[in-house]
T-cell receptor, first 117, second 113 residues
Framework: EPEVTQTPSHQVTQMGQEVILRCVPISNHLYFYWYRQILGQKVEFLVSFYNNEISEKSEIFDDQFSVERPDGSNFTLKIRSTKLEDSAMYFCASTRLRDSSYNSPLHFGNGTRLTVT | KQEVTQIPAALSVPEGENLVLNCSFT??????LQWFRQDPGKGLTSLLLIQSSQREQTSGRLNASLDKSSGRSTLYIAASQPGDSATYLCAVRPNSGNTPLVFGKGTRLSVIA
């Protein structure tokens, strides 16, 4: 079964450095998302993306964050200047349909654990 | 603002038991509800998705029900196995379209052999 793949699985970076988290959504999916989960907390929405532009973003997704679909397969999340509080598991997700249904639920990758020191 | 609550936070049962996980949401105007499984350090695996017009969905030993008017969903796991040990997350999609999911904090299930 097709999967959403994320790289790297674990990224350690120093405060103030830029990081790029990479995702390859399922090939026929059109809607892409980033969520994050701080240790012990709920999964939180960051941003949704469709047709090469942001559809919606949360208050977490400030000017330090950006997303890009540089080619037909990759979907990236960039954090320009990382802070300690950016340490979390970052999940990429995708779905085929605008209105996810039982035929097209939201599929998540295994996540990238970002540790900012 | 939609809030999703899951009770209990943790549950430990002996192998073979049937069990129910609960999810409640504050705003009944949802588009759909999805149950996920999360293994430690791993991503989220979609288990079942229920549209707002549906009452339940079944997959193998799993059955999810939805009572939209009362803001509740349950995930029923029959004949639990040690391999079912994981955190189970409930998430609602508030509106149609590309709106983000709102997650509960999850129920951590341990099935003891």
């Amino acid at each position: 079964e097709p999967e959403v793949t994320q790289t790297p699985s674990h990224q350690v970076t120093q405060m103030g450095q830029e990081v790029i988290l990479r995702c390859v959504p399922i090939s026929n999916h059109l809607y892409f998302y980033w969520y994050r989960q701080i240790l012990g907390q709920k999964v939180e929405f960051l941003v949704s993306f469709y047709n090469n532009e942001i559809s919606e973003k949360s208050e977490i997704f400030d000017d330090q964050f950006s997303v890009e679909r540089p080619d037909g397969s990759n979907f990236t999340l960039k954090i320009r200047s990382t802070k300690l509080e950016d340490s979390a598991m970052y999940f990429c997700a995708s779905t085929r349909l605008r209105d996810s249904s039982y035929n097209s639920p939201l599929h998540f990758g295994n996540g990238t654990r970002l540790t900012v020191t | 603002k939609q809030e999703v609550t899951q009770i209990p936070a943790a549950l430990s049962v002996p192998e073979g038991e049937n069990l129910v996980l609960n999810c409640s949401f504050t705003d009944s105007a949802i588009y759909n509800l999805q149950w996920f499984r999360q293994d430690p350090g791993k991503g989220l695996t979609s288990l079942l998705l229920i549209q707002s017009s549906q009452r339940e969905q079944t997959s193998g030993r799993l059955n999810a029900s939805l009572d939209k008017s009362s803001g509740r969903s349950t995930l029923y796991i029959a004949a639990s196995q040690p391999g079912d040990s994981a955190t189970y997350l409930c998430a609602v999609r508030p509106n149609s379209g590309n709106t983000p999911l709102v997650f509960g904090k999850g129920t951590r299930l341990s099935v003891i052999a």
